[in-house]
């Protein structure tokens, strides 16, 4: 039995036998946990300082707000600049926020409209930092572990997501939130250092007789033409749109719904982060089924949980159905991820990925302003449930156009 354990955790990991990926993942590792902390902080402060579901939905708007104009730009920038140096300069400068943030919150001249205009410069930052993250997982490993680095860096992501709100819960409950924002700024230390040690052997791939504009407009163009894509797209942005925001109205559930704090709020996030890092680690050791199913059942799954979770009165039977909810979406949201990055020619990855970039991302703030508004006007309950339905019925309906593209494209290229 020993060995076949063996052969499973390479198989797991095997990614991280290239150096390059195994010092980026590293230092996203250490630094991914800070941002996890700021978030939950960030959202405890806003709902301390104003009461407000509709505020929340608003600061976390303005996060996204800033992708839905730009990734797009950040995509044609990232595949005509050397990517590692694009997200030295982005992590830094998000170093640089987090310790302002930190400043401004213990020294007690903490405002709302401050907060608001922090998160948009993190917006700004992101937009240019998503498409060249997204795209640099390829230079540090080649195609053939492409699959195992992106769920391995799900993996990380979820699992700092499960320590990040645990820890930041506590420590807010002690130190205040300030303490979390200077935590995520010394944090950027270890990515930035992870960067500055790595030497990608691939990392521009655009042509330099290329246009700015012809290269945006040769993007969409390939979207355009492969349906699978297209479709498996229009999903990310739905479930980025109505299914996501339930991480927004979090604070909500914990303090008003739920009554179980600070703390249980870092347990409901960290729970539905546990089932994500599950998902992750199945997709990495390769059991799952094939790409396209495991999309549509992740789809499935984290819908149907989170109609379950929305309506939940009781604290453990909500970390549950989050765990669920994290599993289901991290197998549809990386499995899309892994799909197009295996596909997709190497010269137009980073603005292909932008588009993927915009569909998570950049819808984020239309979502977030929805379920803020809504939250307001309907409740906290009943804006996340509908929100999970719409998702339910989205991943049946393009779920099933995807399949039959998919099925056509197979029979068009058999023949």
Same mark, same amino acid.
């Given at each position: 039995m020993l060995p076949m354990k063996t052969s499973l955790f390479r198989q797991t990991f095997k990614a991280l036998s290239h150096r390059n990926f195994k010092i980026f993942w590293s230092g996203q590792f250490i630094s991914l946990i800070g941002t996890w902390m700021q978030s939950i902080a960030q959202g405890w402060l806003v709902y301390r300082l104003t009461n407000s579901p509709f505020m929340l939905g608003l600061v976390s708007s303005m996060t996204f707000l800033p992708v839905f104009f730009l990734s797009f730009v950040g995509g044609a920038v990232a595949d005509r600049i050397e990517r590692r140096k694009i997200l030295i300069f982005t992590q830094a400068s998000s170093m640089i926020l987090a310790l302002l943030? @930190?400043?401004?919150?213990?020294?007690?001249?903490?405002?709302?409209?401050?907060?608001?205009?922090?998160?948009?410069?993190?917006?700004?930052?992101?937009?240019?930092?998503?498409?060249?993250?997204?795209?640099?997982?390829?230079?540090?490993?080649?195609?053939?572990?492409?699959r195992n680095a992106i769920a391995l860096n799900s993996s990380i992501f979820n699992s700092a997501r499960i320590i990040g709100p645990a820890i930041g819960g506590v420590l807010i409950s002690l130190f205040g939130e300030a303490f979390c924002f200077y935590i995520n700024a010394v944090s950027y230390i270890a990515v930035l250092t992870g960067l500055n040690l790595i030497k990608p052997d691939n990392n521009l791939s655009n042509g330099p007789d290329s246009s700015f504009k012809k290269g945006l407009i040769e993007g969409f163009k390939y979207i355009r033409e492969n349906k699978v894509i297209f479709f498996l797209l229009l999903m990310v942005g739905i479930t980025s749109i109505f299914g996501m925001t339930f991480t927004v109205l979090m604070p909500i559930f914990a303090k008003s719904i739920l009554?179980?704090?600070?703390?249980?709020? @870092?347990?409901?996030?960290?729970?539905?982060?546990?089932?994500?890092?599950?998902? *992750?680690?199945?997709?990495?050791?390769? @059991?799952?089924?094939?790409?396209?199913?495991?999309?549509?059942?992740?789809?499935?799954?984290?819908?149907?949980?989170?109609?379950?979770?929305?309506?939940?009165?009781?604290?453990?039977?909500?970390?549950?159905?989050?765990?669920?909810?994290g599993l289901g979406m991290i197998m549809?949201? *990386?499995?899309?991820?892994?799909?197009?990055?295996?596909?997709?020619?190497?010269?137009?990855?980073?603005?292909?990925?932008?588009?993927?970039?915009?569909?998570?991302?950049?819808?984020?703030?239309?979502?977030?302003?929805?379920?803020?508004?809504?939250?307001?006007?309907?409740?906290?309950?009943?804006?996340?449930?509908?929100? @999970?339905?719409?998702?339910?019925?989205s991943v049946i309906i393009l779920g099933k156009m995807a399949r039959a593209a998919s099925s056509l494209q197979e029979k068009v290229t058999t023949k």
């Amino acid at each position: 039995m020993l060995p076949m354990k063996t052969s499973l955790f390479r198989q797991t990991f095997k990614a991280l036998s290239h150096r390059n990926f195994k010092i980026f993942w590293s230092g996203q590792f250490i630094s991914l946990i800070g941002t996890w902390m700021q978030s939950i902080a960030q959202g405890w402060l806003v709902y301390r300082l104003t009461n407000s579901p509709f505020m929340l939905g608003l600061v976390s708007s303005m996060t996204f707000l800033p992708v839905f104009f730009l990734s797009f730009v950040g995509g044609a920038v990232a595949d005509r600049i050397e990517r590692r140096k694009i997200l030295i300069f982005t992590q830094a400068s998000s170093m640089i926020l987090a310790l302002l943030l @930190g400043i401004l919150t213990s020294s007690g001249l903490i405002r709302i409209w401050h907060i608001i205009i922090i998160a948009g410069c993190f917006g700004l930052i992101n937009s240019f930092d998503a498409p060249a993250r997204q795209s640099f997982v390829v230079d540090l490993v080649g195609k053939e572990d492409l699959r195992n680095a992106i769920a391995l860096n799900s993996s990380i992501f979820n699992s700092a997501r499960i320590i990040g709100p645990a820890i930041g819960g506590v420590l807010i409950s002690l130190f205040g939130e300030a303490f979390c924002f200077y935590i995520n700024a010394v944090s950027y230390i270890a990515v930035l250092t992870g960067l500055n040690l790595i030497k990608p052997d691939n990392n521009l791939s655009n042509g330099p007789d290329s246009s700015f504009k012809k290269g945006l407009i040769e993007g969409f163009k390939y979207i355009r033409e492969n349906k699978v894509i297209f479709f498996l797209l229009l999903m990310v942005g739905i479930t980025s749109i109505f299914g996501m925001t339930f991480t927004v109205l979090m604070p909500i559930f914990a303090k008003s719904i739920l009554k179980v704090g600070a703390k249980g709020l @870092g347990y409901l996030m960290a729970t539905a982060g546990f089932g994500s890092v599950f998902g *992750a680690l199945k997709m990495a050791s390769g @059991g799952t089924r094939t790409r396209l199913k495991t999309i549509l059942l992740g789809g499935l799954a984290g819908s149907s949980f989170l109609v379950f979770f929305a309506f939940s009165k009781w604290f453990f039977l909500s970390l549950f159905f989050l765990f669920f909810v994290g599993l289901g979406m991290i197998m549809q949201i *990386a499995m899309t991820n892994t799909f197009i990055q295996e596909i997709v020619p190497d010269h137009l990855r980073g603005r292909v990925m932008s588009v993927f970039t915009f569909m998570l991302l950049g819808m984020s703030p239309i979502g977030n302003f929805i379920a803020g508004g809504s939250a307001h006007l309907i409740g906290t309950p009943l804006t996340v449930g509908i929100g @999970g339905f719409i998702c339910l019925l989205s991943v049946i309906i393009l779920g099933k156009m995807a399949r039959a593209a998919s099925s056509l494209q197979e029979k068009v290229t058999t023949k």
